[in-house]
C-alpha cells in the first residue's frame, strides 16, 4: 500500500542553520504531495504542496520539490528560526485511488535553539 | 481561507461516560472530513472517513461502536467517545475537504481525557 517515510526525529539546530527533514514515498498512482506543520498545542496547518513532478512548493522560506525520480519531497529551509520549532509531517494523496485519504508520515519534530 | 472549528478544545470526563466532539467547516462545504487520533511523539492514526449523508467508512482496528461518527451535514460532523476509558485518552484531530486533490483544513484538536 501507500506509505511515506521521513526522517526521525527530533532535530535539534541553531538558529539560521540550514534545515533539511527527508521525506520518500511509495504510490501506486500519481500522489499530490503536501507538507503540514503543528506547532505546540494547535491542530495542523498546511505548510506546501506539489501535485506534479518538478513543481517546488514554497512557503514561509520552506521548499519542497517533488521528485519523482527518487520518490522523495524533502523539506528546506535556508536560515531556521526559533518560530520554526514544530513536528513536520509529510503526506501524500493518492488519486489513484477511489478512498482519496491522505496518507502522512510519522512526523519530525523541531527544536531551534536561540 | 477555509476554517475548521473543533469543540471542544479540551475535555475530562469520567470512565464510563460518552463525550462528543464536533467539527465545523465555517465557512465551506466539507463532503468528506476525516477524524484522527494523535498518539504522544507519534503520528496522525487515522481513525474513519466521513462522507455527508452516508455511514462512515472506519479503519481497521478501530471499534466503529465505540467512535460513533455522524455526518449529518455539509458542515457538521461529531465524533462520539462512547463508554470512555482512561485508555481513549488521546489528542483527537478531525480535518475536512472539499473534495479530490484539495489540502486538508484541521481543526486545532480535542484533548480527551479520561479519569
Known amino acids: 500500500g501507500d506509505s511515506v517515510t521521513q526522517m526521525e526525529g527530533p532535530v535539534t539546530l541553531s538558529e539560521e542553520a540550514f534545515l533539511t527533514i527527508n521525506c520518500t514515498y511509495t504510490?501506486?498512482?500519481?500522489?499530490?504531495l503536501f507538507w503540514y506543520v503543528q506547532y505546540p498545542g494547535e491542530g495542523l496547518q498546511l505548510l506546501l504542496k506539489?501535485?506534479?513532478?518538478?513543481d517546488k512548493g514554497s512557503n514561509k522560506g520552506f521548499e519542497a520539490t517533488y521528485r519523482k525520480e527518487t520518490t522523495s519531497f524533502h523539506l528546506e529551509k535556508g536560515s531556521v528560526q526559533v518560530s520554526d520549532s514544530a513536528v513536520y509531517f509529510c503526506?501524500?494523496?493518492?488519486?489513484?485511488?477511489?478512498?482519496?485519504?491522505?496518507?502522512f508520515g510519522k512526523g519530525t519534530r523541531l527544536h531551534i535553539l536561540p | 481561507g477555509a476554517v475548521v472549528s473543533q469543540h471542544p478544545s479540551r475535555v475530562i470526563c469520567k470512565s464510563g461516560t460518552s463525550v462528543k466532539i464536533e467539527c465545523r467547516s465555517l465557512?465551506?462545504?466539507?463532503?468528506?472530513m476525516f477524524w484522527y487520533r494523535q498518539f504522544p511523539k507519534k503520528s496522525l492514526m487515522l481513525m474513519a472517513t466521513?462522507?455527508?449523508?452516508?455511514?462512515?467508512?472506519?479503519e481497521q482496528g478501530v471499534e466503529k461502536d465505540k467512535f460513533l461518527i455522524n455526518h449529518a451535514s455539509l458542515t457538521l460532523s461529531t465524533l462520539t467517545v462512547t463508554s470512555a476509558h482512561p485508555e481513549d485518552s488521546s489528542f483527537y484531530i478531525c480535518?475536512?475537504?472539499?473534495?479530490?486533490?484539495?489540502?486538508?483544513?484541521f481543526g486545532n484538536g480535542t484533548r480527551l481525557t479520561v479519569t
Open positions: 506539489a501535485t506534479k513532478a518538478d
Open positions: 503526506a501524500l494523496s493518492d488519486r489513484g485511488n477511489r478512498d482519496d485519504k491522505i496518507i
Open positions: 504510490a501506486t498512482g500519481y500522489p499530490s
Open positions: 466521513s462522507n455527508e449523508g452516508s455511514k462512515a467508512t472506519y
Open positions: 465557512d465551506f462545504q466539507a463532503t468528506t
Open positions: 480535518s475536512a475537504r472539499v473534495g479530490g486533490d484539495s489540502p486538508l483544513h
